[in-house]
């Protein structure tokens, strides 16, 4: 009790849980037929997953440029508030169109008002730790702006490996950096709430026999994505054990996707098309590489992708079918793939210098935690469940919370962003209905 | 033209098969297993066969004997089809399809019908004790001799028909035209693996499986020869009484450990277990105590008084020489390295 009577008291039509590109979605929707918004993003910056992608299939749009200008939109929407490095702890349905949530506000030791993102406190930095933007690939400092393109793009200190040296306070020119900052906790009131907390990529670390982390030059999808992405970190694509531009790649496609023994026993939708997308972009970076993409079943299921399918083909990807069963690494830095050619039923192995593990889409758990008196039911494979898949997809359990985009499953960008419309769609719904009593 | 039989895996499944249909054919199996090579690409093509119900296909094979089950497929099948399982059923299902009697077959899908051979085969036992009075002596006497026409005539009427029979369909069937010097340069190859399970070496995780087997085979095979030839239980010689000591209490020690894991089923292989795998390795380890204790209580002039020991011990041979040698697991041993001894031999043919 007495902590709620500290709380600052927030007042908003609609909780939208998560900043990705259905929650973005879903907030621009809402925010621009009048309702007042919130966003609360977990992580420094929205923009989700795309953000950080390189390209979209099938169009080879640029994701950045996509994501981007949705981005600054919501940014600057005078109906839309932004909480990032924020999550809701619980959320109580007090009645129809009648949420409470505490939001707990997690310091980032920089005043987001005042910093001009001028990169100066990075550079006095003296700590380096693995950059998880970019994926492990390269480093940062503890005192750092996300990445290049992050809304907002404002510095933040990572206080587990700060060293409080106080090198950032001193370098900072708007003297922004500011260490008294705590957590705060707010008491947010709204009629309905969106949950798009998106989805988590499958860790190929509970796969040993492909060696992830073991054996330098085997990365994820993710990480090549970086490797291509305009922003990228080596602006080329190199292989990470010794800078070699690689020019053999492999893909294994389903790295923990449709596979009982890691837990998850669905397709992810999105790696066969990604991985075919990847293999197009590395032809245009590496024109001599040939790219090998080890699959199962393609499963080039929507508009113009089979189409994009049979373009990689003509350009010369080489399609093999077959699961990769094991990786071993030569001294030479390049791998052995060890597989069994379906189509002749004879065991092989394959030489190739670079292997990228097509890893799948996990659901990203805790959000049903959250709900304090209701139960927001999941799905088997706990992804949030869609009450009437068929009629009203956005429906969850609990009437007034909406779910959009992959919380609720796996799928790819144009299905996220109908998602996201879809949730704006019936959270208006049911909002207009309180207003017609 | 094949003709694809979808009731094959319903058949299977009573040998023990796990779920074959659930495979989607990735090769993840294949491609995993240390075994597996270019020549002999197994076991997603015995997976295959099974699900079309291709039995012809399979009865000629002699993949599932080349597979020696570390359960590396099973572990990391993305569907929990269990091909490591299916390969242990197909030999379980090959031995049924060797055995010229059909009593291979019957008992590993009849639980009812291998517990009422046991059943009777103790009661014949124990009637032949009250018929000879349970005069010890005789008894034993007549045990000795049944240790060796046993041998014999299992050996003569069931096991070699049914190698023959192997041979049929494994090689004369398959159309493999070997010289008759293939047979004679390849016979290495048969004596190897039949004492030292040599290719269960290339399992990956395999070395102590592999170990606690070859000395347990050493054992087994020694103590067989220790008491028939060597007629331990009746002999005066201190080296063959500790020989045959150390012999039955390795038998017994290993077979122990054997039946914990199969209890514990900590490792893959042992997850699984069918009537006849128990049997096995229950009366192997029956065998060596029994053995045991017989020498110990005609050591300490115990046996006269305890004629039921002898008796115990007789059942339990009778039992293992009629049942589990001729129709049980037993015959691994045989159909293994014979079945290294015909793949070599078709190799030699090409």
Redesign the interface.
Known sequence: MNMQEQMKTLDYDVLVVGGGIAGGESALNLANIGYKVLIVEKELSIGGKMILLSKVFPTLDCAACITTPKVSEIARHPNITVFTGAEPLKITKKGEHRFEAVVLQNPRYVDVEACTGCQLCEEACPVSVTDEFQFGLIGRKAAFIPFSIASPRVAAIDIENCILCGACERACPPDCIDFTQTEQKYLVKAKAVVTATGFKLFDPLKIP?YGYDKFDNVITSMQMERELAPTRPFNTVLRPGDGKMPDNIAYVL?TGS????VGNPICSQVCCMYSIKQAQLLMGSLPMADITIYY??IRAFGKGFNEFYAQAQDMGVEFIK?????ITEKDNGNLIL?????EA????EAEHDMVVLSVGVLPNRGIDEVFDNETLKLDPFHFINQSDILASPAKTSIDGVFVAGTASGPMDIPDSILSGGAASAETTSYLRREESI | MARVNPEFTDELKKYGAFDPNACYNCGNCTAVCTLSDEENSFPRKMVRYSVLGLDSEIKTSLDPWLCYYCGECSKTCPREADPGELMMSLRRWLIAKYDWTGLSGLLYKSLAASITAFVVLAGLVVWFGAYEHFHLETIMHYGHLFEMFAISIVFTFILLPNIIHMWWLSVYKTGKKAPISAYFKAIGELIVHMFTQKRALGCDDNQFRWFEHFILVLGYLSLLFTTVFLDWFSTQSMFIIVLGYIESAVIFVVTFDFVRRRIQKDQEISKHSQPSDWFFVIWLFLMGLTAFLVRLFIDTNLLDANVWMYIVQLTVLVQWAMIIVPFGKWTHFLYRSFAMYFHRIIELSE
């Open positions: 026999r389903c449709r596979d009982k023994s199962l079943h077959g699961k990769v069963g094991k060890r597989y069994e050619d379906i039923g004879i065991v092989k």
